[in-house]
């Protein structure tokens, strides 16, 4: 059962995997203890929606298709 429709396409779920798994990196190595956390947590909640295949933020603007094959 699903309870979304997928509104990010393909080539953005990639980069979206790609960026956030970096920034989350990014964050744990080169940011002081309190903020990397929350750095990190920022990176892998954006690779999380592109694993997911879905941003509530697109969704909320209106960006995406609405046949659910993504953008």
Known sequence: MVFYR????????????????AGAGAAL??????LSLAGAAAGAMFALTGIVGYCPMCA???VGRRDGRGA
């Open 60 to 62: 909320v603007a209106g």
């Open 29 to 34: 190595a080169l940011m002081a203890p309190p």
């Open 6 to 21: 997928k509104n990010i396409g393909g080539f953005q779920q990639i980069a979206r995997i790609a960026l956030g798994l």
